[in-house]
């Protein structure tokens, strides 16, 4: 199983960066997906999920400002990121939930926002 996410950067407040998660060697479509952050010093944080179905669900910090999408044919997720704050600084982490045993974390990407 590999997930590759890429799309992270430097980027002032209040500007947008889209993240993409690039999985293979899985149903994809069979598996919840989700992004996950850590900000230094941080605990690993639940971003925003979207099951198989399309159900999605965010964190209330991202609420209104984050968009997670995917795409079955194309075997990916991805993470629209608006209006972001300084304090949405962290590295981002694609998951991929399969609907029995254990999921797999794919590498990070970092999400620097400028004050």
């Known amino acids: 199983v590999q997930l590759q996410a890429s799309g992270g950067g430097l980027v002032q407040a209040g500007g947008s960066l889209r993240l993409s998660c690039s999985a293979s060697?899985?149903?994809?479509?069979?598996?919840?997906m989700a992004w996950y952050r850590q900000a230094p010093g941080q605990e690993r944080e639940l971003v925003a999920s979207i099951s198989s179905d399309g159900g999605t669900t965010y964190a209330n910090s991202v609420k209104g400002r984050f968009t997670i999408s995917r795409d079955n044919f194309g075997d990916a997720v991805y993470l629209q990121m608006t209006s972001l704050k300084p304090e949405d600084t962290a590295v981002y982490y694609c998951n991929a939930e399969p609907p029995d045993g254990p999921g797999y974390w794919g590498e990070g990407t970092l999400v620097t926002v400028s004050s």
């Open positions: 060697r899985i149903m994809f479509r069979a598996y919840d």
